[in-house]
């Protein structure tokens, strides 16, 4: 079945760039993508990259996929304090399915 | 739109009672998703309708669990009777899906607390 894995925690220094990584096993999903989950809060959809893509920027977010190694990133540049969340990757399954399979979220900390 | 509506946003309840969490949906979404998530398991999806019909409980743990939906509008969670082991965030998500991005809007979640 599919599996999304990511490291737990990332602790970064205030203006410092964030790179949180994930790894998925569904080499057939169409899209990837990133949550955000703030304290107290539900998931809310950060960014997503479709699957023919390798590589998606928005403002101080980068989203890098490389395929061949089903690995995701997200890059956030000049980290800022209200960047602390945790950040969930997930994919959209092969088959026609729907249900996103989610990672289970790297926790980050930024300190000034 | 307001978004996915969830209530309560905190219950604590003792053991052996019975919980209801309740949902809205977004106007217009014909998914809806419920979630648990705990810092030993993370997020676990337990039970997903489509037009109102469930399509797959597995992820429901036990019998104690219920869900309904009983129109595109409302749903519910029940957990009777309840253990400490069910203390958990419970969210609600929406999601109209075929337009191939098939976002999840989430609710802000229910912090159950079981003692």
């Known amino acids: 079945g599919e599996d999304v894995e990511q490291s737990l925690f990332l602790s970064v220094r205030e203006g410092d760039s964030s790179v949180i990584n994930c790894t998925y096993t569904?080499?057939?999903?169409?899209?990837l993508y990133w949550y955000k989950q703030e304290p107290g809060a539900g998931l809310q959809l950060l960014t997503y990259?479709?699957?023919?893509?390798d590589m998606k920027q928005d403002q101080r977010l980068t989203v890098l996929l490389n395929k061949k190694d089903k690995h995701l990133s997200l890059r956030i540049a000049d980290t800022q304090t209200g960047d602390s969340a945790i950040y969930f990757c997930?994919?959209?399954?092969?088959?026609?399915?729907?249900?996103?399979?989610f990672g289970r979220g790297t926790s980050l900390i930024v300190h000034p | 739109d307001a978004g996915v509506i969830q209530s309560p946003r905190h219950e604590v309840t003792e053991m052996g009672q019975e919980v209801t969490l309740r949902c809205k949906p977004i106007?217009?979404?014909?998914?809806l998703f419920w979630y648990r998530q705990t810092m030993m398991r993370g997020l676990e999806l337990l039970i997903y309708?489509?037009?109102?019909?469930?399509?797959?409980d597995s992820g429901m743990p036990e019998d104690r669990f219920s869900a309904k939906m009983p129109n595109a509008s409302f749903s519910t969670l029940k957990i009777q009777p309840s253990e400490p082991r069910d203390s958990a965030v419970y969210f609600c998500?929406?999601?109209?899906?075929?337009?191939?991005?098939?976002?999840?809007?989430f609710g802000p979640g229910t912090r159950l607390t079981v003692t």
């Open positions: 998500a929406s999601s109209f899906p075929g337009t191939g991005l098939d976002e999840q809007y």
């Open positions: 309708f489509n037009n109102n019909v469930p399509i797959d």
């Open positions: 106007s217009g979404h014909n998914s």
């Open positions: 997930a994919e959209s399954p092969s088959g026609g399915s729907y249900i996103p399979t």
């Open positions: 990259i479709f699957s023919n893509m």
């Open positions: 569904d080499s057939s999903s169409t899209y």
